[in-house]
């Protein structure tokens, strides 16, 4: 496996605190793929990527970028936040302008591109997520779920090589999360490498495939999701619940799962229920 970025023995605490947030982190992130990062509150998920794009910078360890060790002097980390596109859970913490219109070419305004390509690269990330007709509204009259997609369009018009979003899905309704993921898949097929924090395992089971679990800081498992869930007990004992369809596939009797992989979505599992 090819890590586009990887963790190296990282540690950090936040100033005034009596616990590492991140504890001698090591993980790897493969290239151009979609890995999921599960762990409950608090586990470092956040904090390990404010340190990808240099808002916090390690006590101890090292993190690489395309096998590089990331330095974090001033225009390595401009360049740093240019390949990597990081969309924080709030979407407040991230829109600073009064329209989606002005908010999403800010970035490319900043980065010195010409106006016409600022408009034209700027018209074209709002339509393909769907917001073309609220480009001149408000964002503090937008709904939550708009304002996530403003957040996302304004850092993918930047055109990332890796897309890093924390709890994309968090306070979304089943639908807008639906088209969210819909959209993120469209993404990557295009070649852009995600990771996504997030606390949903039926969402990580059905989405990633490559999944890491973190806990007090530290990376406590690696692999593919037939890897990872597949220790069941490790899961329960870090407080996090197999995805419900594999919980249900593992119910069903052994001669209908005999030679077959679990299915890892709705779809495909009442397929197979279907065939019964
Ligand atoms: N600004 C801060 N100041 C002090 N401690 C902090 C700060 N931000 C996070 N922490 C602490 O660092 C640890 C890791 O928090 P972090 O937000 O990275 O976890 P998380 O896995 O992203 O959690 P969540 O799933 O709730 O978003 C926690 O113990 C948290 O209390």
């Not at 096998?67 to 596109?85: A, D, F, N, P």
């Not at 596939?249 to 799962?257: F, N, Q, T």
Request: aromatic share 6%; glycine share 8%; proline share 5%.
């Amino acid at each position: 496996m090819t890590a586009i970025l990887e963790a190296r023995g990282i540690s950090y605490r936040y100033p005034g605190t009596s616990a590492d947030a991140l504890h001698e982190l090591s993980l790897q992130i493969p290239m151009g793929k979609k890995t999921a990062i599960c762990g409950h509150n608090g586990s470092g998920k956040s904090t390990f990527f404010l340190h990808t794009i240099g808002i916090h910078k390690p006590a101890k360890g090292s993190l690489l970028w395309k096998g590089s060790e990331i330095s974090y002097k001033r225009e390595s980390i401009q360049r740093l936040r240019r390949q990597i596109g990081l969309v924080f859970q709030d979407p407040e913490q991230q829109l600073i302008l009064n329209t989606p219109l002005e908010d999403v070419s800010f970035g490319l305004r900043n980065a010195g591109v010409s106006e016409q390509e600022i408009n034209e690269r700027t018209a074209a990330i709002l339509s393909v997520m769907g917001l073309s007709e609220l480009s001149d509204t408000p964002i503090h009259q937008l709904s939550l779920g708009q304002k996530k997609r403003v957040a996302l369009a304004g850092v993918l018009v930047l055109e990332p090589d890796l897309l890093i979003l924390d709890e994309p899905t968090a306070y979304l309704d089943r639908v807008s999360e639906q088209q969210l993921i819909e959209e993120l898949n469209r993404i990557h097929s295009r070649g852009i490498g995600m990771v996504m924090a997030t606390h949903d395992m039926n969402l990580a089971y059905s989405w990633a495939d490559w999944i890491l679990v973190m806990d007090r800081g530290s990376c406590v498992l690696q692999g593919t999701p037939e890897y990872v869930f597949g220790r069941g007990d490790q899961l329960h004992d870090l407080g996090l619940e197999l995805p419900m369809l594999l919980d249900l596939w593992r119910s069903l009797p052994e001669h209908v799962r005999a030679g077959q992989a679990p299915p890892r979505d709705l779809a495909a599992f009442k397929q197979l229920i279907e065939k019964l």
